[in-house]
């Protein structure tokens, strides 16, 4: 699940027990903000965040897992691969093409950028920053600069032109060479954009109902 699915994943969760706080669903981020930075995730020093941390594993775990999300990946693959993309390229795409366009799904919903962009505003605060410990010596700068970036660009939209999309696949990627692809693989991913967003959106309510079953029944199960 990408960044903006584990902050509606999180804010549904904190939702459910109280007021919902702005640095849990930012920990629930981080994991993956560490990614986009190329660099090792934080350590934090306040039990929001160290919530929100834990919370973005256990999300992983039951997305990862998910009937619904594993059949989106499967038909992306094998559409992605019968017309000509890398074995690698494919897998890379089925998986993280799903996510942007469950992405777009969860876009719809107010609430959900209302959430991302608050958790974002905090990280910006010195007061949150100051819980947050970068192990690159340059890691807080960047994660600011990040998080500006993130601001700026605002509220995530569910009917992004699937040529945006594509593109941003293809800037993931870019810079592991097995995964890459050139003018002629972004075409196709793009095709497949147009052809799976239909469906991946409509059921994207019940994927995010079945990782939520999963996530309860984990949590029983550690009770």
Same mark, same amino acid.
């Given at each position: 699940?990408?960044?903006? /699915?584990?902050?509606? &994943?999180?804010?549904?969760?904190?939702?459910?027990?109280?007021? &919902?706080?702005?640095?849990f669903v930012l920990?629930?981020?981080?994991?993956?903000?560490?990614?986009?930075?190329?660099?090792?995730?934080?350590? &934090?020093?306040?039990?929001?965040?160290?919530?929100g941390i834990a919370?973005?594993?256990?999300?992983?775990?039951?997305?990862?897992?998910?009937?619904?999300?594993?059949?989106?990946?499967?038909?992306?693959?094998?559409?992605?691969?019968?017309? /000509?993309?890398?074995?690698?390229?494919?897998?890379? &795409?089925?998986?993280? /093409?799903?996510?942007?366009? *469950?992405?777009?799904?969860?876009?719809?919903?107010?609430?959900?950028?209302?959430?991302?962009?608050?958790?974002?505003?905090? /990280?910006?605060?010195?007061?949150?920053?100051?819980?947050?410990?970068?192990?690159?010596?340059?890691?807080?700068?960047?994660?600011?600069? *990040?998080?500006?970036? *993130?601001?700026?660009?605002?509220?995530?939209?569910?009917?992004?032109?699937?040529?945006?999309?594509?593109?941003?696949?293809?800037?993931? *990627?870019?810079?592991?060479?097995?995964?890459?692809?050139?003018?002629?693989?972004?075409?196709?991913?793009?095709?497949?954009?147009?052809?799976?967003?239909?469906?991946?959106?409509?059921?994207?309510?019940?994927?995010?109902?079945?990782?939520?079953?999963?996530?309860?029944?984990?949590?029983?199960?550690?009770?």
């Open positions: 699940m990408n960044f903006f /699915g584990h902050a509606w &994943v999180a804010l549904r969760d904190e939702s459910n027990r109280g007021p &919902v706080r702005a640095e920990g629930a981020m981080l994991p993956d903000f560490a990614s986009m930075l190329r660099t090792r995730p934080p350590s &934090v020093s306040q039990s929001a965040l160290q919530a919370f973005h594993h256990l999300t992983d775990e039951a997305f990862h897992g998910a009937r619904s999300f594993l059949e989106f990946s499967r038909h992306a693959s094998r559409f992605l691969s019968e017309r /000509g993309l890398s074995r690698g390229s494919a897998r890379a &795409v089925a998986h993280v /093409g799903v996510e942007l366009l *469950l992405d777009a799904a969860f876009g719809a919903e107010p609430s959900a950028n209302e959430a991302y962009l608050s958790a974002i505003g905090s /990280g910006l605060t010195r007061e949150v920053a100051s819980h947050i410990h970068w192990q690159d010596e340059d890691g807080e700068a960047r994660f600011r600069q *990040l998080c500006h970036n *993130l601001a700026r660009r605002g509220a995530f939209v569910s009917d992004a032109p699937a040529s945006l999309t594509a593109e941003r696949l293809r800037y993931i *990627l870019a810079d592991r060479p097995r995964l890459a692809m050139d003018d002629a693989g972004q075409s196709v991913v793009r095709e497949w954009i147009e052809t799976a967003r239909p469906a991946i959106v409509s059921g994207a309510a019940a994927l995010l109902s079945e990782v939520e079953h999963r996530i309860a029944n984990r949590n029983s199960l550690e009770r």
